[in-house]
């Protein structure tokens, strides 16, 4: 991990061992070189330290470790931040979802390559689906997304284009004051049999590792809504990904239930669209405003795939 001075960089790894480096120009540019694959956040690690979600000591600690790693890319320190705060403050487990983190997202360029909304993939994605990031969080301080179908035929549902799309709105909610957990929602009405031969179980096995094992946030609970008997189908062919963790954040809620069961049980209204019998704006016009946050932070995401293709596997 390189310092900040420009005439001194220093290598380390977990056992504290420090290599002093005098910096050349070339040597000045190649870092520069690499720091321009670093997304830049609208938060910075040391606000998470004041809020005591973690600790300077286990920021530095991390990075430490990670600068013993050869095959990662470099990271700020907000990404260590938001490591620890996905895996509960444990340096040991942060380092090794970071990993596994780049690992996953190099191997799978069709998951987490070319995601600007402007492109085609892009426009067509949003087109047929949408995704609604909500702008209260809970009490616990939890984020709240959801995603569901627009345009229900089977024959314009690409699940690599729209796991791809899940995957950027999660960078997205990082950007900015990163939540405590995620509460994610998920709509299925409009889904038929048909929609499930549009499955593929390789983008299925990869969705679920990286949601599992690499996912820079902690899932708290998905809620399953308009689960009809479609729902046992795709769960029959997801099941064999899944571990029995996030079996258990799974809460199904069948066509016709009144919403006040949600708001009452798990969600209070005041957090909620109007489409699920809360007091915010619809999905729609929550969808429009997350297709803008994509227009605004082009770079950012597109910093994140040129830093894991830098993962030497």
């Given at each position: 991990?390189?310092?900040?001075?420009?005439?001194?960089?220093?290598?380390?790894?977990?056992?504290?061992?420090?290599?002093?480096?005098?910096?050349?120009?070339?040597?000045?540019?190649?870092?520069?070189?690499?720091?321009?694959?670093?997304?830049?956040?609208?938060?910075?690690?040391?606000?998470?330290?004041?809020?005591?979600?973690?600790?300077?000591?286990?920021?530095?600690?991390?990075?430490?470790?990670?600068?013993?790693?050869?095959?990662?890319?470099?990271?700020?320190?907000?990404?260590?931040?938001?490591?620890?705060?996905?895996?509960?403050?444990?340096?040991?487990?942060?380092?090794?979802?970071?990993?596994?983190?780049?690992?996953?997202?190099?191997?799978?360029?069709?998951?987490?390559?070319?995601?600007?909304?402007?492109?085609?993939?892009?426009?067509?994605?949003?087109?047929?689906?949408?995704?609604?990031?909500?702008?209260?969080?809970?009490?616990?301080?939890?984020?709240?997304?959801?995603a569901g179908l627009k345009?229900?035929?089977?024959?314009?549902?690409?699940?690599?284009?729209?796991?791809?799309?899940?995957?950027?709105?999660?960078?997205?909610?990082?950007?900015?004051?990163?939540?405590?957990?995620?509460?994610?929602?998920?709509?299925?009405?409009?889904v038929g049999i048909m929609?499930?031969?549009?499955?593929?179980?390789?983008?299925?096995?990869?969705?679920?590792?990286?949601?599992?094992?690499?996912?820079?946030?902690?899932?708290?609970?998905?809620?399953?809504?308009?689960?009809?008997?479609?729902?046992?189908?795709?769960?029959?062919?997801a099941k064999p990904f899944?571990?029995?963790?996030?079996?258990?954040?799974?809460?199904?809620?069948?066509?016709?239930?009144?919403?006040?069961?949600?708001?009452?049980?798990?969600?209070?209204?005041?957090?909620?669209?109007?489409?699920?019998?809360?007091?915010?704006?619809?999905?729609?016009?929550?969808?429009?405003?997350?297709?803008?946050?994509?227009?605004?932070?082009?770079?950012?995401?597109?910093?994140?795939?040129?830093?894991?293709?830098?993962?030497?596997?």
């Amino acid at each position: 991990m390189w310092s900040t001075s420009s005439e001194l960089c220093y290598i380390s790894g977990c056992d504290s061992t420090f290599i002093h480096l005098q910096l050349t120009p070339s040597l000045v540019k190649q870092k520069d070189d690499m720091m321009s694959v670093v997304p830049r956040y609208n938060f910075k690690a040391d606000d998470i330290v004041k809020e005591r979600r973690t600790t300077r000591e286990n920021i530095e600690e991390l990075k430490k470790c990670l600068a013993g790693n050869p095959r990662l890319p470099p990271v700020s320190d907000e990404q260590v931040a938001l490591f620890l705060l996905a895996c509960k403050d444990n340096v040991e487990f942060a380092k090794e979802t970071i990993d596994i983190y780049f690992r996953q997202r190099s191997s799978a360029p069709e998951l987490f390559q070319d995601r600007d909304i402007d492109g085609k993939e892009g426009q067509f994605t949003h087109s047929v689906t949408r995704f609604a990031l909500f702008p209260l969080r809970t009490q616990e301080n939890y984020a709240i997304a959801m995603a569901g179908l627009k345009d229900t035929s089977y024959y314009n549902f690409n699940i690599d284009s729209q796991v791809k799309a899940a995957f950027a709105l999660i960078d997205i909610l990082l950007y900015s004051n990163p939540p405590d957990g995620l509460i994610f929602i998920i709509d299925i009405k409009g889904v038929g049999i048909m929609h499930l031969t549009r499955l593929k179980l390789g983008t299925l096995k990869k969705f679920f590792a990286y949601v599992q094992e690499a996912l820079p946030t902690q899932l708290k609970r998905v809620h399953i809504i308009n689960a009809s008997y479609i729902f046992e189908k795709i769960l029959a062919i997801a099941k064999p990904f899944m571990k029995k963790e996030l079996f258990e954040l799974i809460i199904a809620h069948p066509p016709g239930m009144p919403w006040s069961e949600l708001h009452e049980k798990y969600i209070p209204a005041s957090l909620l669209p109007s489409d699920l019998g809360g007091e915010l704006p619809s999905v729609d016009q929550m969808h429009e405003e997350f297709q803008q946050e994509l227009k605004n932070l082009k770079t950012f995401l597109a910093t994140h795939d040129k830093q894991a293709l830098m993962y030497k596997k």
